[in-house]
């Protein structure tokens, strides 16, 4: 299962709904472009190190992003964006769960729901 980036803000932010909803789950991924906005959320370096290790620990295998999952997000940007409001990183996070063939966990199914090819589990916090 691909997680989105919120629920993994939730964790961080101590939300044991969300970390009971990660810890039933066996095969933990997340796209380079949620760790890259996790990132962005650091507030200094100790942060991004905390971050890291939460990762390394929970066990997260990061989707590289790939020509493919360039030119699927791309697809869906030119198809969705005017219409429903995907953005950059959501339709990168959404090519990298389809392309794998993995249902995207989030409590954002709203940011989603464009993508008929897109199976969703949505988590509310």
């Not at 906005?37 to 929970?58: V, Y």
């Not at 020509?67 to 005017?82: F, W």
């Not at 990183?89 to 993995?102: K, T």
């Not at 989030?106 to 969703?120: D, G, M, V």
Request: hydrophobic share 45%.
């Amino acid at each position: 299962m691909v997680i989105d980036t919120d629920i993994l803000i939730w964790c961080l932010r101590g939300n044991a709904k969300a970390i009971a909803a990660l810890d039933g789950l066996k095969m933990r991924l997340i796209s380079q472009i949620t760790r890259m906005e996790l990132i962005l959320g650091c507030r200094d370096k100790n942060e991004i190190i905390l971050l890291k290790r939460f990762l390394a620990d929970g066990g997260f295998r990061v989707i590289p992003l790939s020509q493919e999952i360039g030119n699927r997000a791309d697809l869906y940007l030119e198809e969705k964006h005017l219409a429903h409001g995907i953005g950059l990183p959501d339709a990168l996070i959404a090519a990298s769960a389809s392309l794998l063939g993995q249902t995207l966990f989030t409590a954002n199914a709203k940011h989603f729901r464009c993508i008929s090819e897109l199976q969703l589990k949505r988590f509310t916090p």
